[in-house]
């Protein structure tokens, strides 16, 4: 069964690094989505991308990320400057329409 | 301000009954409502989802029920296992032109054998 792939899993990083999230979204699926949970609280919304643009971003999106789909098949999340509290899971997610499949997640660690 | 509210943070029940759990949300005109499941460490999983013209909607031992006027949708497991046990999340997607799924808290779900 097709699935959602993102590396790494596990990622620890200093704080101020920039770091690069990777994702390989189910292949003919046209949405595509960045969302973030960290320890204990909700899954948030990052930002959805879709027809190689961004179509809808949350107001935790701001100048410190960007999102790129640099070939057909991968779709990457950046996150420029660390902070600690950039430390969380961040799920890669896409779909057809309304349903949204997601990888099993980035563990990020900002020390 | 817009709010979804999942009725507990953890429900114990014992095996074999039905599990029920509760989504309630504020200041929102969803388009869909949807059911997810996630295991710890992991990501969410898709169940159910359910349009604003539907009332309810089943998939072998889970039910969904979506009340537009009272703002809430149900979530039921029959004859629930062990293995049902993990958190489910609501989650409200609002279309438009542009899609995004905006997540409740979660309820945690523990059967009990």
Known sequence: EPEVTQTPSHQVTQMGQEVILRCVPISNHLYFYWYRQILGQKVEFLVSFYNNEISE????????????????????????????????????????????FFGQGTRLTVV | SQKI?????????????????????????????????????????????????EKEKRKER??????????????HITASQPADSATYLCALFTSGGYQKVTFGIGTKLQVIP
């Open chain 1, 57 to 100: 971003k949350s107001e935790i999106f701001d100048d410190q990320f960007s999102v790129e789909r640099p070939d057909g098949s991968n779709f990457t999340l950046k996150i420029r400057s660390t902070k600690l509290e950039d430390s969380a899971m961040y799920f890669c997610a896409s779909g057809l329409n309304t349903e949204a």
């Open chain 2, 5 to 53: 509210e999942q009725n507990s943070e953890a429900l114990n029940i014992q095996e074999g009954k039905t599990a029920t759990l509760t989504c309630n949300y504020t200041n929102y005109s969803p388009a869909y409502l949807q059911w997810y499941r996630q295991d710890p460490g992991r990501g969410p999983v898709f169940l159910l989802l359910i349009r604003e013209n």
């Open chain 2, 62 to 75: 889970l039910k969904v029920t979506f009340d537009t006027t009272l703002k809430q949708s149900l979530f």
